[in-house]
């Protein structure tokens, strides 16, 4: 069974702080991405990454940055936390598409991680 | 622009039949996912169509229109476990899968 797991599952801030969030998929999965996701509203891509150290910007960037030095391993940073950065956050991974650097194929999720910016 | 459109909020009885629908527009279309959340967890994958008809699994079945733009996902003989949110999802030519909000589906006995 594809395995992602994700270092927190609540997680408490306060504005401006610097915010890690990890992620970790034991699948050998090419892709890994961030979302995140709000009551009435789709999941909404932050950042995606279809090789180590290659990232590329989803819909929502801003605020946001990651890292990807391992492959099983894609940290998301929130550099400066604000209170509108309250949400669930949750890590998938896939293994690579038809289409060789591109996202494709069934994603698998991590169990989420639920921030709140005070 | 891109766009998925499923109801909210949907309301079955144990037992019964559900159909949840969704609606895509999207630029190029590489296929369409439904993904299972239950409250505080995970998505989980349920199936993903590219080809017009109807694929079975059990007891969750999925139909895709690629003319129509609509796909929808029918629960039969519902359980109580099966409450959750259905969520739809369509890959376009990127491979980039674009999300739609979600049906809550609420069983009562």
């Known amino acids: 069974d594809v395995k992602v797991t994700q270092s927190s599952r609540y997680l408490v801030k306060r504005t401006g702080e610097k915010v890690f969030l990890e992620c970790v ?73 038809e289409m060789w650097g591109r996202v494709g194929e069934t994603q698998y999720f991590g169990p989420g991680t639920r921030l709140l910016v005070l | 622009g891109q766009n998925i459109d499923q ?16 609606t895509y527009q999207t630029s190029g279309f590489n296929g369409l996912f439904w993904y299972q959340q239950h ?13 017009d008809g109807l694929e079975e699994k059990g007891r969750f079945s999925s139909f895709l229109s690629r003319s129509k733009g609509y796909s929808y996902l029918l629960l039969k003989e519902l359980q109580m476990k099966d409450s ?26």
């Open chain 2, 39 to 51: 409250a505080g967890e995970a998505p989980t994958f349920l199936s993903y169509n590219v080809l």
């Open chain 2, 7 to 22: 109801p909210t909020e949907m309301t079955a009885t144990e037992g019964a039949i559900v159909q949840i629908n969704c």
């Open chain 1, 25 to 97: 998929q034991d699948m050998d999965h090419e892709n890994m991405f961030w979302y995140r996701q709000d009551p009435g509203l789709g999941l909404r891509l932050i950042y995606f990454s279809y090789d180590v150290k290659m990232k590329e910007k989803g819909d929502i960037p801003e605020g946001y940055s990651v890292s990807r030095e391992k492959k099983e391993r894609f940290s998301l940073i929130l550099e400066s936390a604000s209170t509108n950065q309250t949400s669930m956050y949750l890590c998938a991974s896939s293994p690579q598409g």
């Open chain 2, 84 to 109: 959750a949110s259905y969520l739809c999802a369509a890959m376009d030519s990127n491979y980039q899968l674009i999300w739609g909000a979600g049906t809550k589906l609420i069983i009562k006995p």
